[in-house]
């Protein structure tokens, strides 16, 4: 992997002041990129811009409301006085909404979450495209940090899905529009991200998200860092259009019970019929021989869910005297 592609390119971070914007900002200007950092909170962006050139990157922060598009028009001066060219804009800033029906939104929170999530993001990629188009960047990009409730929506989050879901939609076209002239368009879609977004969500509410994700834990900011890095270098010229998840599998599909046949790949252990009772029970003879010695176990529905543990660990649930048991693995370790 070579990221050198990246260096001395000019990009626009909306929502620089923390969580995934802030991750992005920091790994682009690691890497050599210019970073205009934007976010309302001159405090918490100063201080981001001040971290990055404290470790001899370039930066900048733009105090800007993304909700309004005339700012994000100004940001997009701003980095072209200050640099004299643009080739990326990430549009990162956005709130989310959540958890009641769709009836008990108020028309205010439409207003509220569209004009951040939906028309500021029209506008990153308006004024961001014009101006990439502008300074000739031979490797332009735009990035539009979606969500994975712009691929699957979410109960409860009618205003939120449906922003997320048009900013997905906004970048397939653009990225249409603008295959032939060079500019790559692609949305990440990160899954539960460790952010501020959650707030003070209590640990238990956290380990519901770790649970609800295939991976089991949540991701972190730089996660998503990493393929903005990807998609702003000129390995990803032919990534375009395409809305990727940053999830840990949480939205490859619903998830259901499923256990493993041989645990053994984890822990190291030599892979051994013996040591799974699914092995066993798809070799008509060891069925055979575990129906012998516990009848009807092999039309038990329970058996499925115990796939992956091993007789040993089953024998006491099952209340088999050990000196049966010990039979049973003989004759099986014959097979
Ligand atoms: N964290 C997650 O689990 C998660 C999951 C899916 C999608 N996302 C998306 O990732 C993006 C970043 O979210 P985050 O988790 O880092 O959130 P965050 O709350 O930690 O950070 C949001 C950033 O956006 C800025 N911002 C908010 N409103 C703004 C405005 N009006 N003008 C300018 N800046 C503004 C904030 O200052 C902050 O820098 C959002 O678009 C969010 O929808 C996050």
């Not at 008990?104 to 004009?115: Q, T």
């Not at 940090?145 to 970048?171: D, E, H, N, R, W």
Request: with cysteine.
């Amino acid at each position: 992997m070579d990221f050198s592609s990246v260096q001395g390119k000019v990009a626009i971070v909306t929502g620089a002041s923390r969580g995934i914007g802030k991750a992005i900002a920091e790994v682009f200007a690691e890497n050599g990129m210019k970073v205009v950092c934007a976010a309302r909170s001159l405090d918490q962006g100063q201080s981001v811009v001040n971290n990055i050139v404290s470790k001899g990157a370039d930066a900048i922060f733009v105090q800007t409301d993304c909700s309004n598009a005339q700012q994000i028009k100004a940001l997009v001066d701003a980095a072209i006085a200050h640099y004299g060219r643009l080739d990326g804009f990430v549009s990162n800033a956005g709130m989310g909404m959540g958890g009641t029906p769709l009836h008990e939104y108020e028309m205010a929170d439409y207003n509220r979450i569209f004009s951040l999530n939906s028309e500021g993001v029209f506008a990153g990629m308006k004024y961001g495209a014009e101006a990439i188009f502008k300074s000739k960047s031979d490797g332009g990009f735009l990035i539009n940090v979606a969500s994975v409730a712009g691929l699957m929506p979410q109960s409860g989050q009618a205003l939120y899905t449906a922003t997320k879901f048009g900013v997905i939609g906004m970048t397939r076209v653009a990225a249409m529009d603008y295959a032939k002239y060079g500019i790559t368009v692609n949305a990440i879609c990160p899954g539960y991200t460790r952010t501020s977004i959650f707030g003070d969500a209590a640990d238990a509410a956290m380990s519901f998200f770790e649970k609800d994700c295939p991976s089991g834990r949540m991701g972190d900011p730089r996660e998503c860092a990493y393929l903005a890095l990807f998609l702003a270098s000129d390995m990803a010229r032919y990534i375009s259009g395409a809305a990727i998840p940053v999830d840990g599998a949480l939205s490859a599909g619903h998830k259901s019970v499923t256990t493993w046949k041989h645990p053994e790949l984890i822990t190291g252990e030599a892979l051994s019929s013996r040591s799974t009772i699914a092995a066993i029970m798809e070799d008509s003879k060891g069925a055979a021989i575990v129906n012998r010695y516990l009848p009807g176990f092999a039309d038990n529905e329970q058996v499925k869910q115990a796939y992956g543990m091993t007789f040993q660990a089953l024998a006491p649930m099952l209340g088999l005297p050990e000196n049966v048991m010990n039979a049973m693995l003989e004759e099986l370790d014959q097979l």
